[in-house]
């Protein structure tokens, strides 16, 4: 069991946090962990800027690419895999026409 736990969780300082769905294509992974990184930093800017609709916003973006990543939402191992990369093809579409405008 151990080792299904350390495919399925990253443990840090005792918090369990769930990894990436290992089945994703590289590429799709990159992408939404790009769309990660850039919503995480936006949090950032919105909370010096006291800004909170921006807060809201960048926080909704990073939860987008979490789902979309199999970090939230379902557990993924309990999915079929073409269920999987389907949340993760339509979390990247959503974030990609966040980002259009």
């Known amino acids: 069991m151990a080792d299904v736990d350390s495919e399925r969780w990253l443990v840090i300082d005792g918090r369990r946090w769930r990894r990436t769905d290992p089945s994703l294509p590289a590429e799709l992974v990159a992408a939404l962990k790009s769309h990660l990184g850039r919503g995480r930093s936006a949090v950032g800017a919105a909370k010096r800027r006291a800004d909170d ?3 809201a916003a960048a926080r909704e973006r990073v939860g987008l690419a979490k789902h979309g990543l199999g970090e939230r939402g379902p557990y993924w191992w309990d999915e079929p895999e073409a ?19």
């Open 83 to 101: 269920d999987r990369l389907a949340r993760a093809e339509d979390a990247l579409r959503r974030l990609d026409e966040l980002d259009a405008g």
């Open 53 to 55: 609709d921006a807060v």
